[in-house]
């Protein structure tokens, strides 16, 4: 029985003995080749939720719905659009605006997971946007 740890036959290139040794190995039984293509995501930039976004793209999970997971959807929204703003006067009442709604909801929510969203720091944040 072959094995691929034996030593590589002198003057015959890695590449050749290794795909040899891997056709034998399948031909025996020994393990079948993964049948796939090129690897998803791997042209996009890191994100730390990769996992999440998909066992929920996966599973198909979009029709959980509870009122913390809402109230992240629109708080995530609502800084993507205040991130757009030019006006330094505007950034700041319309991030006020949203503390205030963060905290009305987070005492609103009583089914579901809870929420952990926490108002912006609205001084942070425009120091970010600098």
């Given at each position: 029985?072959?094995?691929?740890?034996?030593?590589?036959?002198?003057?015959?290139?890695?590449?050749?003995?290794?795909?040899?040794a891997?056709r034998?190995?399948?031909?025996?039984?020994?393990?079948?080749?993964?049948?796939?293509?090129?690897?998803?995501?791997?042209?996009k930039?890191?994100?730390?939720?990769w996992?999440?976004?998909?066992?929920?793209?996966?599973?198909?999970?979009?029709?959980?719905?509870?009122?913390?997971l809402?109230?992240?959807?629109?708080?995530y929204?609502?800084?993507?659009?205040?991130?757009?703003?030019?006006?330094?006067?505007?950034?700041?009442?319309?991030?006020?605006?949203?503390?205030?709604?963060?905290?009305?909801?987070?005492?609103?929510?009583?089914?579901?997971?809870?929420?952990?969203?926490?108002?912006?720091?609205?001084?942070h944040?425009?120091?970010t946007?600098?």
């Amino acid at each position: 029985m072959n094995n691929i740890s034996n030593r590589k036959p002198a003057g015959m290139k890695w590449e050749s003995w290794v795909d040899r040794a891997l056709r034998e190995a399948e031909e025996r039984g020994d393990f079948k080749p993964a049948k796939g293509g090129k690897i998803k995501g791997l042209d996009k930039p890191y994100d730390p939720d990769w996992w999440l976004k998909d066992l929920i793209e996966r599973e198909d999970l979009h029709a959980i719905n509870s009122e913390g997971l809402e109230l992240r959807r629109y708080v995530y929204a609502e800084i993507e659009r205040i991130k757009s703003i030019k006006d330094r006067e505007r950034i700041r009442q319309s991030l006020e605006k949203l503390n205030d709604y963060i905290r009305q909801e987070n005492l609103k929510i009583i089914e579901g997971p809870a929420s952990n969203i926490t108002p912006v720091d609205v001084d942070h944040f425009l120091e970010t946007i600098d």
